[in-house]
């Protein structure tokens, strides 16, 4: 008898499972707001993720991804960028990849899905445009919900409580869409029961839609985009490595960073030009390769007039560096402390340089922003005609 139960348990636990969860790739996004240069490398990332997701299941030894929507941006996309992405998917052979319809790239007659299909898709690529349960693997049950337009009304998840599968099977759920109010525009299109794994008895719900990795319960978790296409107040640029050893376990999710760029939003105030170096420290540590980084970074408080060239400097010095930089100094106020030296050539710039330092150091007076951008300016251009700089 106990042979028996042995043997009925060692059965039970081959129903096992070992998973990568991403979602959100948007291939064929534009960034119209980075120079051509920039904005190529980020395009071209969207796509050489795939082949960094194909590693870490070599690595891991996952053969199945799951892709929980919006594997393109949209429908409107050139051939090649839609052929793309297939062909990297079909070289990572040791993998199948799951791919499902999300709002940018809906399920429909004109869609980037029929495209596909029209061209063939190799065996290791599947696409779930349909809601009805499909076998992963023996006992491993996959439950997609597939979207048929950018805006749904009725949460595509609810067939899931009565799919029906074998007793004993893992249940996994692949959706796209929001449980808490938010999107991928800040505002849902696609409302989904944040209860679902628990009412359709799922062992897992992968979801897509929010670009950063977010658990919502032990069974539901967002993986969040694996390259970040902005700058990010949740945490993308990773994928979700998912073991389930059975029916009714709860999962173990590891995430896994993913990203080729890390996008970063800073703001510093400083008092003068000693603070720099710390500055740059701090973003050293965010990225060792510089080249990595896509920085905003803003800078603001009082720091003297004489200054500010050399904070200037040093911010064309860090965009050398980086990999792109927009830095902001509209906050950052002029400080004459009746110091006009500079000025000294002419009288007349040093009465306009003591009435617009008075009006920037002045927090009550509404022209403090505009008066120090011009005494800045004015510091700026005299600089020049004294180098020769014209």
């Not at 998917?89 to 899905?113: E, F, I, K």
């Not at 599947?126 to 076998?135: A, G, I, K, M, N």
């Not at 992968?206 to 970040?228: F, V």
């Not at 920037?360 to 300016?377: E, F, I, K, S, V």
Request: with cysteine; hydrophobic share 45%; aromatic share 8%.
């Amino acid at each position: 008898m106990n042979f028996v139960f042995d043997s009925v348990r060692r059965n039970e636990a081959r129903v096992t499972i070992r998973f990568i969860h991403t979602s959100d790739w948007q291939i064929g996004k534009p960034f119209r707001n980075f120079d051509a240069r920039v904005a190529g490398k980020l395009e071209a990332a969207r796509v050489s993720v795939i082949d960094r997701i194909a590693s870490i299941a070599g690595e891991r030894k996952v053969r199945h991804v799951l892709v929980a929507g919006d594997v393109y941006d949209g429908d409107a996309i050139p051939h090649v960028t839609l052929m793309q992405p297939v062909h990297r998917m079909m070289r990572a052979a040791h993998v199948t990849w799951w791919l499902l319809p999300g709002n940018h790239d809906p399920a429909h007659s004109q869609g980037v899905w029929q495209r596909l299909k029209n061209e063939g898709l190799p065996d290791n690529v599947r696409v779930l445009d349909t809601s009805q349960p499909v076998e992963m693997q023996p006992a491993v049950w996959l439950l997609p919900a597939p979207l048929f337009a950018r805006s749904v009304s009725e949460d595509p998840t609810a067939w899931m409580d009565q799919a029906e599968t074998p007793a004993g099977a893992i249940r996994i759920g692949l959706s796209h869409g929001s449980v808490r109010g938010f999107g991928s525009a800040q505002e849902s299109a696609v409302s989904i029961d944040a209860c679902r794994a628990s009412k359709a008895k799922l062992d897992y719900l992968a979801l897509g839609d929010w670009h950063g990795k977010r658990n919502e319960n032990a069974r539901t978790w967002y993986s969040g985009t694996p390259e970040p296409d902005r700058f990010p107040e949740n945490e993308p640029g990773w994928v979700l490595v998912v073991d389930i050893e059975a029916a009714g376990v709860q999962p173990r999710v590891e995430a896994m960073e993913s990203a080729s760029f890390i996008w970063a939003k800073l703001a510093y105030q400083i008092s003068g030009i000693e603070d720099l170096a710390a500055i740059e420290r701090q973003l050293i540590e965010l990225a060792d390769d510089p080249g990595r980084l896509i920085l905003r970074l803003g800078l603001a408080g009082r720091i003297a007039l004489q200054e500010i060239s050399a904070v200037e400097g040093w911010c064309a010095n860090l965009e050398a560096k980086l990999q792109y930089l927009k830095a902001d100094l509209s906050e950052l106020l002029p400080v004459c402390d009746g110091d006009f030296a500079l000025f000294s050539e002419s009288n007349e710039l040093a009465q306009a340089a003591e009435y617009l330092g008075a009006i920037a150091a002045d927090d009550n007076d509404a022209r403090q922003g505009t008066a120090a951008m011009a005494l800045t300016r004015l510091a700026a251009l005299t600089r020049q005609e004294a180098a020769g700089d014209r």
